[in-house]
């Protein structure tokens, strides 16, 4: 088999095909217009073919060129990524992450940069799923989730903790409905929200209409727009509540249901997701606790 041209040489042809031009060519890859121009006079000796045409000291890339240009360099880009790939062993400083998806937006994502900025090294994959998962065929460290499926028997199981639930609208709205006669926002993905929360408060509101949404995030968006009353798990709605938003007439009450994070090991054997699962902990502690 006929050995193969260099490295560098294919590199500088590809470098100043791009830029049709030697001295361009040169000055990118930090050599002189000499060595770019032997490079390239090497390879046009070793394939015997014009790969350009040298005309009033300007250069234009014949089409055997051009079609060699291009193959040459998705070569090279991959090679430089396979490198880069074997010396920098990304799976050390990406982490992968599935949350529910109300809890994604709601919560997670605006303080996510929180966390970014004290983990600077890491790499931040977030994706949206709620349910059952394959944590091993999907690639994922961490699943956020709350606990009302049934998950792999190995996952390691982190407790965030207990899930709490109210009814939340905007200030402006229980202000024209004194008398609790409220439009009802529901969600399909938690068609018994408002029948939970009524067993576990003992209250009965009344209802003058109701709305139905996808998600709850959709809810608790038309919530703060002033088109009725939401069932909000407090985690969910913490920002509007400070932000005065939205109010919770009722205060909140617990469920049966933990969120919790699924692992495959146990957190503390993997330092970038005992040092994710530990951040949320602390960063949740007020939601869960102050019910």
Known sequence: MKPLPSLSSLQSFSVAAKHQSFTKAANELNQTHGAVSRAVKQLEDYFGVLLFERRNRRLYITSKGKKFAEQITILLEQIEDACEELTSSPSDHKLAISCEPSLAMRWLMPRLEEFRTIHAGLDIHLSTAGGPIDLAENGIDIAIRRSDFKWAEDYWVTDLGNEAIGPVCSPSYI??????????????TRTEAWHDWKQLSNQDIQCDNEKFFDHFYFSLQAAVAGMGVAIGPKILVEDDLKNDLLIAPFGFKETSVNYVALSLK??????????????????????????
């Open 266 to 291: 146990n957190p503390t054997s993997n330092e970038k997701v005992h040092a994710f699962i530990n951040w949320m902990q602390n960063a949740s502690t007020t939601v869960f606790l102050t019910i």
């Open 175 to 188: 202000e024209k409905h004194p008398d609790l006669n409220w439009t009802l926002l529901h969600t399909r």
